[in-house]
DNA sequence: CAAAAGACGATATAACATAACATTCTACGC
DNA sequence: GCGTAGAATGTTATGTTATATCGTCTTTTG
């Protein structure tokens, strides 16, 4: 029913299939995007704009807002990556290859990590209730639910 | 099994609700948390810290940030408002009675309104899948999701 | 009344996000 | 290869959302 969530995928794994992704959709996967995507897998946590914005400098300073802005909505867009309004930031996707994210993000609210744990049920009951309120739902519909995760109660 | 959902309540009912609560906790509702909790529940849609700042006003200019913040974050640890982080805006609860909130707010992405819809099975699902998950929910879970509402669809 | 806690005012700043326009790069037809 | 159109990026400025900090005033409580 609920299905197995992996966290932490291998950095190499996700830039290669987000690429083939990217290039099965004819989206291009410039060096600009691909940075930020891989800034966001390595982080392995939800990141703010700007965390990501300050590790991109290096030579002589980081670049514009705009810039990592821009990014991010590439991969959102494609579902390479969610972003947490809860938390202003943003994570990689667990599955980009499949077309729907449908569960939950659970953000833990001691370490600050998100688990995007997939759940028909959940889905299915969302989509219920809208309609019966009368709702049409959009496609992005990612619920995120604050909570304590297993490794943090356990202490 | 859903809740029947009652928007633009009267404002002075709301108020007097408001009141009762807050005295039977042994919180204090004063005239700058009422002012706030009047003007959003006034509106009838989601509204801004910023905007209700403005609203504010009146006589020689508008209080600073500090003033409505701290008058929201009283309201919602009461359950009185509750923060729709997808919007960074601010609602009126529609049961600020009860002490639960489970369900799902539905947020149009055309007019903006949202809708707290009260819903036991969503509650459940969300509250299994996080079980699962080996996660604690905490108090204030409140799913956002997006979709378009039926006005919006009809008009 | 005195002490303690809570609420509020005021200033400054941090954190998050986009508008607007110039420039460079890329794909594509010729 | 060359010209062009559209996409991507650089750059500057600004808009929007939220909090830190400290001093003062008010309410509660003993
Ligand atoms: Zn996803
Ligand atoms: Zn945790
Ligand atoms: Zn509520
Ligand atoms: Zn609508």
């Known amino acids: 029913m609920s299905d197995h969530n992996h966290m932490h995928a291998d950095p190499e794994a996700a830039l290669a299939r987000a690429e083939r992704v990217c290039r099965e959709r ?7 995007r691909r940075r930020v995507y ?17 590790r991109m400098g290096g030579d002589g300073g980081h670049p514009a807002p ?6 991010l909505d590439f991969l959102q867009a494609h ?8 938390q202003s930031r943003f994570v990689a996707c667990d599955h980009p290859e499949t077309g729907a994210h449908g569960g939950v993000f659970l953000v833990c609210d001691r370490c ?3 688990l995007e744990w997939q ?3 959940v889905a299915r009951a969302v989509a219920r209730s ?10 992005e519909v990612l619920p995120e639910v604050e909570g304590t995760c ?5 202490g």
């Open 26 to 32: 004819g989206a291009r996967f410039t060096s600009q």
């Open 150 to 154: 297993g490794d943090c109660r356990r």
């Open 38 to 54: 891989e800034l966001i897998v390595c982080a392995g946590e939800p990141v703010t704009a700007y965390e990501l914005l300050h």
């Open 112 to 114: 600050g990590r998100a």
């Open 119 to 121: 759940d028909e049920r």
């Open 79 to 86: 579902g390479l990556v969610h972003r947490l309004a809860s």
């Open 130 to 139: 809208a309609r019966e309120a009368g709702f049409e739902l959009g496609d």
């Open 66 to 71: 705009p810039t990592v802005y821009r990014a």
